[in-house]
């Protein structure tokens, strides 16, 4: 009998029962959330789906984030290999080279003045990074929770893995892919509050025709110009350009689909479970946590509202031709921010068609956060 008591025991001891804290119960109560959100609300599932898996994985099983120090036969947890391609910076530039090979860049150069509402649309991100300051977080710690503002997941991990700060990395890629799956509710209400109903209604103009050569020539341009310029934007604008490059090339079919389909969603899955494996109730459940978390809303408020405060000036110098809405595009979230301006101005007039006009800017915000990630590392001599 004393045998059998103690190979029950064992097998009690085993089970995460008797491990978990409040804490792991309350992160396994927010990988439901995401969960629900993924599946029955289909906010970003491709992206939340992964990520609240890790989430709950982690805070049921610790050990399968562990690095090969921490275990007693030298072999890492299986998540603990694939967040080392995040904190390497493989993972987001891939991603960049799948989203690249997915968009179509023509609406931006149709309308190059795109890029100065994406550009507006950064200000999320240096108006976050001083009010981090304020808040206590050291200067590469503010520039990687800032980035958060840019509704763009790689490109915050990739600063933060950049500038040393992978302690904050779960908290910053959580924050940073709730966001831009949270982009349909945010969004709105800040859209109408600083626009006008007749504003809100104006019909842009078609855009013109962009030939094969432009399409071609175009990711070749940004990639010397931004390059030469900001050297450590390569990894990221690089792969972006190099994947668009595949799509409007028109002879590299293979590699075009392969980026834009198997690749994408073979480094979506690592990618996501990895992030969602680092937010043990251990690193989550703190104040840093809760200051990233108010930050990245507020960068992300921000840069919205400044992209159509943008576009309101450029409605007035044109005289109406540039629907304030599209501003509101200019965060990277691509394509979900530019559907989002589509649906508002859809609300004042049904026939109004913006989604290719937004489509401009939201591109330009891919850019433009990665430009800004870029100026932070070139800051801290990176």
């Given at each position: 009998m004393s045998y059998v008591g103690e190979t029950l025991s064992n097998l009690l001891?085993?089970?995460a029962f008797l491990n978990l804290t409040w804490g792991n119960f309350v992160m396994i109560a927010v990988a439901f959330i995401f969960l629900f959100l993924a599946i029955k609300k289909e906010y970003e599932p491709l992206l939340l789906v992964p990520i609240a898996f890790g989430m709950l994985l982690v805070?049921?099983?610790?050990?399968?984030?562990?690095?090969?120090?921490?275990?007693?036969?030298?072999?890492?947890?299986?998540?603990?290999?694939?967040?080392?391609?995040?904190?390497?910076?493989?993972?987001?530039?891939?991603?960049?080279?799948?989203?690249?090979?997915?968009?179509d860049f023509g609406p931006l150069i149709a309308n190059p003045i795109s890029f100065l509402l994406g550009a507006a649309a950064q200000f999320g991100i240096f108006s976050a990074y001083f009010l981090a300051i304020l808040l206590g977080f050291?200067?590469?710690a503010a520039a990687a929770v800032s980035i958060i503002g840019g509704a763009d997941g790689p490109t915050s991990i990739f600063l933060a893995g950049k500038l040393g700060q992978t302690g904050l990395l779960g908290p910053i890629a959580v924050a940073a892919y709730s966001y831009m799956a949270l982009v349909p509710i945010i969004q709105p209400p800040i859209m109408k509050l600083f626009t006008t109903k007749k504003?809100?209604?104006?019909?842009?103009?078609?855009?013109?025709?962009?030939?094969?050569?432009?399409?071609?020539?175009?990711?070749?341009?940004?990639?010397?110009?931004?390059?030469?310029i900001l050297p450590t934007t390569?990894?990221?604008?690089?792969?972006?350009?190099?994947?668009?490059?595949?799509?409007?090339?028109?002879?590299?079919?293979?590699?075009?689909?392969?980026?834009?389909?198997?690749?994408?969603?073979?480094?979506?899955?690592?990618?996501?479970?990895?992030?969602?494996?680092?937010?043990?109730?251990?690193?989550?459940?703190?104040?840093?946590?809760?200051?990233?978390?108010?930050?990245?809303?507020?960068?992300?408020?921000?840069?919205t509202a400044a992209g159509v405060l943008f576009g309101k000036l450029l409605c007035h110098l044109?005289?109406?031709?540039?629907?304030?809405?599209?501003?509101?595009?200019?965060?990277?979230?691509?394509?979900?921010?530019?559907?989002?301006?589509?649906?508002?101005?859809?609300?004042?007039?049904?026939?109004?068609?913006?989604l290719m006009h937004a489509m401009g800017p939201n591109v330009a915000g891919v850019i433009g956060t990665a430009v800004a990630a870029g100026v932070f590392m070139a800051i801290f001599g990176i």
């Open positions: 001891h085993q089970t805070n049921i099983y610790p050990d399968i984030i562990m690095s090969p120090e921490e275990t007693s036969n030298g072999v890492g947890g299986l998540l603990h290999y694939f967040y080392m391609l995040d904190e390497w910076s493989i993972l987001p530039s891939l991603i960049f080279l799948g989203v690249g090979a997915m968009t050291n200067d590469k504003e809100r209604a104006i019909k842009m103009e078609n855009l013109r025709p962009v030939s094969k050569l432009e399409r071609i020539l175009f990711p070749i341009i940004v990639t010397t110009i931004v390059c030469l390569a990894p990221l604008v690089g792969m972006l350009m190099l994947g668009n490059l595949f799509r409007e090339s028109g002879v590299v079919h293979q590699l075009t689909e392969t980026a834009s389909n198997a690749l994408m969603y073979i480094v979506v899955i690592l990618l996501g479970t990895s992030v969602g494996a680092t937010t043990s109730a251990e690193a989550f459940l703190n104040i840093t946590t809760i200051k990233i978390v108010i930050l990245g809303l507020v960068a992300f408020v921000f840069g044109t005289k109406g031709k540039i629907n304030p809405l599209i501003g509101s595009a200019g965060v990277s979230a691509v394509p979900m921010a530019a559907r989002v301006s589509q649906k508002v101005g859809a609300e004042e007039d049904p026939t109004n068609f913006l």
